[in-house]
């Protein structure tokens, strides 16, 4: 990265203090109504996207948000942003309750909480030329940086690794690993404390996904910039997190710092998440192979108890009856939390890394390739 950029934050922020999150979801619950019923439209059930999400995030960490699709990953992202109205819980932002609050008290801090979406076309206008992307919210925000807007927006392409004579271009005119990072540039353009990166990566080759990871992580750590990373790929989320909560079917399972989230997996799912990654190695991959039987089940109706019982090998009565809580347990580290009654043995599991692609194995080593 050539340059680091700085801009003020605006008036009436907060800090969280020392030790304390930046970021705090108690309970956290998305339910999206279902309607029916002729002549007259009534509600007739729920999706049950998010429910009961616990979640903590630090100034200046990466946690790493990992999952089947549908689990709830992205309605989480959203939910902290406030771009959703939550049905329950409490999220907590640098000490201030933020779950219901209103557009004014939401605006103070809505330049500290930015997101990178996963479609790096959709989310830039193509009416506007990039430099008019990466301003507006400059202009929203009523911020004047030293030596004006433009010559930022300049400067702000070059950090991402973009030519600052692209400002007057439009978004068709760039490739899709460039396009994220005009995303990054502009969740970039307020100097966020918080960036929810909702799987940047996954529309984009794998040689380019080496590039704007390494991005990410260089803005993460000459920034201080704390990341909720939502991703399907675990090789990517163990190269960028250092946390990392692994959810199924609208609830967190497991938490755990990284390299005791993948040498010791407790929660029988993400074991067989992590079993499913391809290694080199194909006879050991065999071996260690767990396919789940049937299909996620739905979120209109999850299972009682445990959800992931209807396709766990460990499953008894009491998993029907009682839903586990996520708590640490005896033989983990500490700050390693499961949602299981009846948990992993706490014995190594995997090896050092998980790499899907020889250009992801170059991320380990600093090595990109070019766009």
């Not at 479609?119 to 202009?139: C, Y």
């Not at 590039?211 to 090789?235: C, R, T």
């Amino acid at each position: 990265m050539s340059k680091n950029v700085t801009l003020p934050h605006q008036q009436g922020s907060t800090d969280a203090g020392p030790g304390e999150p930046l970021l705090s979801v108690e309970g956290l619950e998305k339910h999206f109504p279902i309607y029916g019923g002729f002549p007259f439209r009534k509600q007739v059930g729920a999706v049950k996207a998010v429910d009961g999400v616990d979640l903590q995030i630090y100034p200046g960490e990466a946690l790493g948000v990992v999952g089947e699709s549908g689990c709830g990953k992205s309605t989480t992202g959203r939910l902290v942003t406030r771009l959703l109205e939550p049905t329950g819980g409490k999220i907590t932002y640098a000490g201030q309750d933020i779950t219901h609050a209103g557009r004014k008290q939401l605006a103070p801090i809505r330049s500290e909480i930015q997101m990178i979406f996963q479609d790096p076309f959709s989310s830039l206008n193509p009416r506007q030329t990039v430099g008019t992307i990466i301003k507006s919210p400059m202009e929203v925000n009523g911020i004047n940086p030293p030596g004006g807007r433009e010559t930022r927006v300049r400067e702000l392409l070059e950090t991402v690794g973009l030519n600052p004579e692209h400002y007057n271009r439009f978004p068709h005119e760039f490739s899709g690993g460039q396009r994220q990072r005009i995303g990054v540039a502009r969740a970039l353009a307020l100097e966020p404390k918080l960036i929810v990166a909702d799987e940047p990566v996954s529309a984009l080759d794998v040689s380019i996904q080496a590039q704007v990871v390494n991005l990410l992580q260089k803005v993460q750590s000459e920034l201080g910039i704390a990341f909720m990373f939502i991703a399907h790929d675990l090789a990517i989320v163990r190269h960028f997190s250092q946390r990392v909560a692994v959810m199924y079917l609208g609830k967190v399972v497991e938490v755990a710092d990284r390299d005791s989230l993948y040498t010791r997996p407790r929660h029988p799912y993400t074991h067989a998440l992590l079993s499913a990654v391809p290694e080199a190695d194909v006879d050991s991959a065999k071996k260690d192979r767990i396919r789940l039987s049937g299909d996620v089940p739905s979120p209109i109706m999850p299972p009682s108890g445990c959800r992931f019982r209807t396709r766990c090998w460990k499953a008894t009565e009491k998993c029907a009856s009682e839903d586990p809580p996520l708590v640490q347990i005896s033989g983990n580290r500490e700050g390693h939390l499961t949602a299981c009654h009846f948990p992993e043995e706490p014995t190594l599991s995997r090896g050092k890394d998980v790499v899907l692609d020889p250009a992801l194995a170059a991320l380990e080593d600093g090595h990109t390739a070019k766009d």
